[in-house]
T-cell receptor
Framework: LAKTTQPISMDSYEGQEVNITCSHN???????ITWYQQFPSQGPRFIIQ???TKVTNEVASLFIPADRKSSTLSLPRVSLSDTAVYYC????????????FGTGTRLLVSP | GAVVSQHPSWVICKSGTSVKIECRSL??????MFWYRQFPKQSLMLMAT?????????EQGVEKDKFLINHASLTLSTLTVTSAHPEDSSFYIC????????????FGSGTRLTVV
């Protein structure tokens, strides 16, 4: 399983765009990149998934360069409610491969 | 979308007693479920993989006799913490992936276990 590296923490203010980068140098050809969000005392929640280039949904964008050794989760115009821990995971999109969580990035959004 | 229901959301038990946590997939069948443990300010740590109709696969360092996992149906997996001690106090989370789900895994809301 590809190991991921993220910043431990980030600070931002309401209304700003936040970009969280994840490094996954050993990503395999069949691996997808998935980001989860976790609030205190809750289970992680799926945010976005991608394989290459750019993926956008209603809450975030995911940028993946051509070499796929890193990815960036972009949260546009964050609010206080976006304060959470964000996890980047790498693995196959099919089957039942177990998910191994890294340290995650603790995002604090201030007024 | 896929929903995983986990109960109870919190439980307090006396040291030496056993506690059962249930994880149900509500709108899909889950042949495989995963159990995680999370200590305060730490990441999720995978404990075991629960397979319907067969024995669970435990991660290194996880005591299988202490954390009993049963996956008797395609929609239910249970984790029983036997002879609980204060050091077992933690946040336990299950996750599942349905047969037809294309994106990611769905997680339960977690169970806060406090052993006193």
């Amino acid at each position: 399983l590809a190991k991921t590296t993220q910043p431990i923490s980030m600070d931002s203010y309401e209304g700003q765009e936040v970009n969280i980068t994840c490094s996954h140098n050993n990503i395999a050809t069949n691996d997808y990149i998935t980001w989860y969000q976790q609030f205190p005392s809750q289970g992680p929640r799926f945010i976005i998934q991608g394989y290459k280039t750019k993926v956008t949904n209603e809450v975030a964008s995911l940028f993946i360069p051509a070499d796929r050794k890193s990815s960036t989760l972009s949260l546009p115009r964050v609010s206080l409610s976006d304060t959470a821990v964000y996890y980047c995971l790498v693995g196959m999109n099919t089957g039942f491969q177990k998910l191994v969580f890294g340290t995650g990035t603790r995002l604090l959004v201030s007024p | 979308g896929a929903v995983v229901s986990q109960h109870p959301s919190w439980v307090i038990c006396k040291s030496g007693t056993s506690v059962k946590i249930e994880c149900r997939s509500l709108d899909f069948q889950a042949t495989t479920m995963f159990w995680y443990r999370q200590f305060p300010k730490q990441s999720l740590m995978l404990m075991a993989t629960s397979n319907e109709g067969s024995k669970a696969t435990y991660e290194q360092g996880v005591e299988k006799d202490k954390f009993l996992i049963n996956h008797a149906s395609l929609t239910l997996s249970t984790l029983t913490v036997t002879s609980a001690h204060p050091e077992d106090s933690s946040f336990y989370i299950c996750s599942a992936r349905g047969q037809t789900r294309d994106y990611g895994y769905t997680f339960g809301s977690g169970t806060r276990l406090t052993v006193v």
